[in-house]
């Protein structure tokens, strides 16, 4: 008999562990949860202590009976989920379903193990010091869960009568909406104000020349509001001595960044490698969960990757310490290794996100991994031995320079010691620094000067600037702005992200987000009803309520409680008051072409569209586009084509549908034939002279499919590129997105293996 059954969420991390513990365990995965509350119902019992109601995930039940059989032949049960919330909930399910007596009532035991790292000695730690199912923890999910449900199944039915079907709102995601939309108000209230700079050429004793800029007047900081003062200071300036008045030099060092935890990873992924949150997760949890390192086997790469805590093994610190000497030499150890502190919300519950070790460097690895995948984990490796690395040490030389009644100053920064820097900088978030007035004073070469040094004016120059508004929110600035403000937590920024996008409230364009005009009336609806729940610090203080559930020092039920009270009198006083868009629409400075009357934005089944306001009187709508921030553009429902309608002879128009645009004949109403619009590819069915079309099967899903069908009944779910196989001369190529975002043109021609990076990663 086994020893044991060990149960983890991933069938990806079976392999690997199967080869750590050997044909002593039997090595199953539940494939994430296995149950949870109904979909098409709150399954929440609010009267009875809000208890839920679970049910097996439609699918799971295979897997259930599975891991039925498996646990029959056992008596220890090891339930490694994830290690953390989730795979507590994950954990605590499986043990209900497997409870059953064994034999003559013997019970079977079930043991809780956390692989914070797929390496064979944490398993096999993890293995022989197994603890407890911690009902704290999974109480706290619980009621996250419970929480969210409540919020989501009851504002949303109220925005699909007051807006449109199919909208959704969330305790977390909505406030992320609200940050983003918040930015856009505060971006088009704002007013830009002139101001000018003033900045002088001058050249010392030695070479290289170099640039100082005007900064006071008579010991007062100066502020030059326009031209006509900027060319005051010109004038006073042109036949000015100079002089050096001080010459300060400071040592500085510069601290290298902690090791990352999920919300820096993220964002130095965004920044550095153009990665999305949900990407950088995928590559990731492939990186935790292990890769075929050939003779090797699959080997976990990186520990945990859903973490909020600095914290590092000190046996690793030592491997570190020991690979820097050795690399870089001993003046890039530190005489003591960093220790970073803890943030205000951090659970520490888990290491830092570091590699499994430090001696599989990223070349190392380079011939198992694709390229995203080698890219994050190069990123993690260099950023871990970087925090561990001794700080680079600056000499910053500041000079300050008289003239008349004027100050001016310049700035240089000299590397005197590189230390971590040699190998690893932290990118700054371009967001942030998008509008600043940033001084090149980091980068000026500064000659060697001395106090009362005589300075050669060599040119001056007035330059004129605007203050500019706060930036837009990038992926990665958002995710900060999120973790600053304690909403949501590691594991669920990704998950927001995504989710905001999918409902159409903001959309991504050139890195940053723009809030749509539907997303800007549902926060504004919801901050007006539930100001409450759309406040940061509110969600911020829930996540400190569970947190203290999952301590022990407050209960699930109470937190519960004390939410849902408020929350039922908001939910009854918006069912009555709020403003049904459905019906009066969102007001616009556009006329009705046909009445006169004021035209407003209504949202349909085919998205938004303007309707005029004195409906039902009148019922002129139209279609239009608006590229954020800018106004509305009014489309022609109907774009005239050269296609001659097959039945009537008359010209066919391109018209927008709820599935999207297709061919209409310009006869309607006397003739309503309608054809799909063509892709322009030949079908590459032999003998087949039709052409692919765009269509939608019943269940709404696109496909690509031969103009002559039924005569031709080829189809493709994958959209057609006008591209020969090399290999097969097949006519065709399909376009695949995989789950790491990457898009690759493939061969549809069974047995043919043809297959082309679309974006090179």
Same mark, same amino acid.
Request: aromatic share 8%.
């Given at each position: 008999m086994k020893k044991g059954l060990v149960i983890v969420e991933s069938p990806t991390k079976v392999r690997t562990i199967k080869r750590y513990l050997g044909k002593d365990f039997d090595v199953k995965a539940s494939v994430g949860h296995v149950k949870d509350l109904p979909k098409k119902r709150l399954g929440v019992n609010v009267e009875d202590n809000f208890t839920p109601e679970y049910e097996i995930i439609r699918g799971k039940s295979k897997i259930i009976k599975e891991l039925k059989s498996a646990a029959c032949k056992v008596d220890n049960i090891y339930l490694a989920p994830d290690p953390d919330r989730e795979g507590e909930a994950i954990a605590w399910h499986i043990a209900e379903e497997l409870q059953a007596k064994r034999g003559k009532g013997k019970a079977r035991q079930f043991h809780r193990v956390m692989f914070h790292e797929l390496t064979e000695q944490a398993i096999k730690r993890a293995i022989k010091s197994p603890g407890k199912l911690d009902r704290k923890k999974y109480e706290s999910q619980q009621a996250r869960r419970i929480l969210d449900r409540l919020v989501g199944y009851k504002i949303s039915p109220l925005l699909w009568s007051k807006v449109k079907r199919g909208l959704s709102a969330g305790r977390v995601q909505s406030v992320a909406v609200r940050i983003i939309c918040d930015r856009e108000k505060e971006i088009r209230a704002f007013v830009p104000e002139e101001y000018w700079t003033v900045i002088v050429q001058l050249e010392g004793p030695n070479p290289p020349p170099f640039l100082a800029k005007v900064i006071a007047l008579k010991g007062k900081k100066l502020s030059i509001p326009n031209r006509e003062k900027a060319q005051e200071i010109v004038r006073d300036l042109k036949s000015a001595d100079f002089r050096v008045k001080k010459v300060d030099t400071k040592e500085r060092k510069k601290y290298p960044s902690p090791p990352f935890i999920t919300s820096t990873m993220q964002q130095e992924a965004a920044h550095k490698l153009r990665f999305t949150a949900k990407k950088t997760m995928m590559l990731a949890q492939r990186l935790y969960e292990g890769v075929d390192l050939g003779d090797e086997g699959p080997v976990g790469l990186i520990t945990y990757m859903r973490t909020d805590s600095t914290r590092v093994a000190k046996e690793v610190v030592k491997e570190a310490r020991t690979l820097i000497n050795g690399k870089f030499g001993k003046d890039f150890v530190p005489q003591r290794a960093p220790v970073y502190k803890r943030g205000k919300m951090s659970q520490d519950a888990h290491e830092a996100i570091r590699p499994t070790s430090v001696v599989r460097a990223p070349e190392d690895v380079a011939p198992y991994l694709d390229k995203a995948t080698l890219a994050l984990y190069n990123l993690i490796w260099k950023r871990f031995i970087a925090s561990q690395m001794s700080p680079a040490i600056l000499d910053q030389t500041r000079v300050d320079i008289e003239a008349v009644l004027y100050l001016l100053r310049v700035s240089g920064t000299v590397v005197r010691f590189p230390g971590f820097t040699i190998l690893y900088s932290e990118t700054k978030d371009e967001s942030r620094e998008k509008g600043r007035n940033n001084s090149d004073k980091d980068k000026t070469d500064l000659p060697s000067l001395a106090k009362d040094d005589p300075l050669k004016f060599l040119g001056i120059e007035p330059k004129q600037h605007f203050t500019q508004p706060p930036p837009r929110y990038s992926e990665a600035s958002l995710i900060k702005t999120l973790e600053e403000k304690g909403i949501g937590r590691p594991s669920t920024y990704a998950t927001i992200i995504s989710t905001i996008q999918g409902k159409e409230y903001v959309s991504l364009e050139k890195r940053f987000f723009y809030p749509s005009a539907l997303g800007l009336v549902v926060t504004d609806l919801l901050v007006k009803h539930f100001p409450e729940i759309l406040d940061s610090k509110f969600t911020a203080a829930m996540e400190k309520k569970l947190d203290e559930v999952e301590d022990g020092s407050n209960s699930w039920i109470n937190v519960l409680e004390n939410f849902h009270g408020p929350?039922?009198?908001?939910?009854?006083?918006?069912?009555?008051?709020?403003?049904?868009?459905?019906?009066?629409?969102?007001?616009?400075?556009?006329?009705?072409?046909?009445?006169?009357?004021?035209?407003?934005?209504?949202?349909?089944?085919?998205?938004?569209?303007?309707?005029?306001?004195?409906?039902?009187?009148?019922?002129?709508?139209?279609?239009?586009?608006?590229?954020?921030?800018?106004?509305?553009?009014?489309?022609?429902?109907?774009?005239?084509?050269?296609?001659?309608?097959?039945?009537?002879?008359?010209?066919?128009?391109?018209?927008?549908?709820?599935?999207?645009?297709?061919?209409?004949?310009?006869?309607?109403?006397?003739?309503?034939?309608?054809?799909?619009?063509?892709?322009?590819?030949?079908? =590459?069915? =032999?003998?087949?002279?039709?052409?692919?079309?765009?269509?939608?099967?019943?269940?709404?899903?696109?496909?690509?499919?031969?103009?002559?069908? =039924?005569?031709?009944?080829?189809?493709?779910?994958?959209?057609?590129?006008?591209?020969?196989?090399?290999?097969?001369?097949?006519?065709?190529?399909?376009?695949?997105?995989?789950?790491?975002?990457?898009?690759?043109?493939?061969?549809?021609?069974?047995?043919?293996?043809?297959?082309?990076?679309?974006?090179?990663?």
């Open positions: 929350f039922s009198k908001s939910l009854n006083l918006a069912q009555e008051e709020m403003k049904s868009i459905k019906i009066e629409g969102v007001s616009t400075d556009i006329k009705c072409d046909k009445c006169g009357a004021p035209m407003v934005i209504k949202y349909g089944k085919s998205g938004e569209f303007l309707a005029c306001s004195g409906y039902p009187e009148c019922k002129n709508t139209k279609d239009f586009k608006r590229d954020a921030p800018g106004p509305i553009q009014i489309l022609d429902r109907e774009i005239m084509t050269e296609k001659i309608c097959d039945r009537c002879g008359r010209p066919m128009v391109i018209k927008k549908g709820r599935f999207g645009e297709f061919l209409a004949c310009s006869g309607y109403p006397e003739c309503r034939n309608t054809k799909s619009i063509s892709t322009g590819i030949s079908c =590459p069915e =032999p003998g087949c002279d039709g052409e692919l079309f765009q269509r939608r099967s019943r269940s709404g899903k696109t496909f690509f499919g031969c103009s002559r069908y =039924p005569k031709c009944k080829y189809a493709t779910w994958d959209r057609p590129v006008a591209k020969e196989c090399p290999l097969c001369g097949s006519l065709i190529l399909v376009q695949k997105i995989t789950q790491s975002d990457r898009k690759i043109l493939k061969c549809p021609v069974k047995g043919c293996k043809y297959k082309i990076d679309q974006e090179g990663g």
